[in-house]
């Protein structure tokens, strides 16, 4: 029903500069929250940032001041700037967006496959 495709991913320096896409795809109504999350080896998955479709975001504390989150309602994508890397931002960072299709009778989430970033001198 929605399918969402990532790019962006891969290797860089600390300190260097990466941006993630997410495109969405198939057979919506609307598109509400977009977001990114990562999840590191042994940990949990975390949000990483989300914005609404009335363009307000939201990130958590370690990414302030170093990741952009906007998104191009057009294009149903969502992008994910990220400036300043460390090597603690490594991760399989995950698009989420939350779609309304006919016949949930809801905004549903939906995953895409996931990119790794790799933040390593």
């Known amino acids: 029903q929605v399918q969402l495709v990532e790019s962006g991913g891969g290797l860089v320096q600390p300190g260097g500069s990466l941006r993630l896409s997410c495109a969405a795809s198939?057979?919506?109504?609307?598109?509400?929250?977009m977001g990114w999350f990562r999840q590191a080896p042994g940990k949990q998955r975390e949000l990483v940032a989300d914005t609404s479709s009335g363009g307000s975001t939201n990130y958590v504390d370690s990414v302030k001041g170093r990741f952009t989150i906007s998104r191009d309602n057009a294009k149903n994508t969502v992008l994910l700037q990220m400036n300043g890397l460390k090597p603690e931002d490594t991760a399989v960072y995950y698009c989420r967006v939350l779609a309304w299709v006919v016949g949930n009778g809801k905004f549903t989430p939906y995953w895409g496959q996931g990119t790794q970033v790799t933040v390593s001198s």
């Open positions: 198939g057979s919506f109504l609307s598109i509400g929250d």
